[in-house]
C-alpha cells in the first residue's frame, strides 16, 4: 500500500495539541451527515470521543497531505491513523493500512486508485497510548 498522509485540523476547537502523540494511533470516521462537510471525516481517540477533523480546504491541507474529498471514497466507514507530526495548529498523521504489522514495510506496496483502504474498528482491538 502506498504511504497516505492526511492533515489533522480543528483540533483546537476540542482539546488542542494535548491528545497528539508522535506514533499515537486514532480513529478516522466518516460524518456523511456533518452538515457542513458532505466528505467530513472526524478524528477519534476512545474514552474521548472527537478530537479534530481531516482538513479538507486548500487553506488546511499541508503539502504532500490528502484532503477528506481526496480520500473520502477510497475509506471503509472507519480506519486508523498514526500520528507522525504535530505542528502549531495541525497534525500529520499516516493512513494504516488494515493488517499493520510492526516487521511489515508499507513503502514497498502500491494502492490502485479504485482500491478500499480499510482498517479494524477500535471497538474490536484496542488502541494503544490512549490516554493523555
Request: proline residues 7%.
Amino acid at each position: 500500500m502506498k504511504n497516505i498522509f492526511i492533515t489533522i485540523t480543528g483540533i483546537n476547537h476540542y482539546f488542542g495539541k494535548k491528545p497528539f502523540e508522535i506514533g499515537r494511533t486514532v480513529s478516522l470516521i466518516k460524518e456523511p451527515d456533518n452538515p457542513y462537510d458532505k466528505e467530513a471525516i472526524g478524528v477519534y481517540l476512545p474514552f474521548i470521543d472527537k478530537i479534530g477533523n481531516v482538513a479538507n480546504s486548500v487553506n488546511t491541507v499541508y503539502a504532500g497531505t490528502q484532503s477528506a474529498g481526496r480520500i473520502y471514497d477510497k475509506l471503509e466507514e472507519e480506519v486508523y491513523a498514526q500520528v507522525m507530526f504535530v505542528t502549531h495548529s495541525s497534525v500529520i498523521a499516516l493512513i494504516l493500512p488494515p493488517d499493520v504489522n510492526e516487521n511489515q514495510d508499507r513503502d514497498t506496496d502500491s494502492t490502485p486508485q479504485n482500491e478500499k483502504i480499510t482498517s479494524p474498528s477500535y471497538k474490536k482491538e484496542p488502541l494503544s497510548k490512549i490516554g493523555f
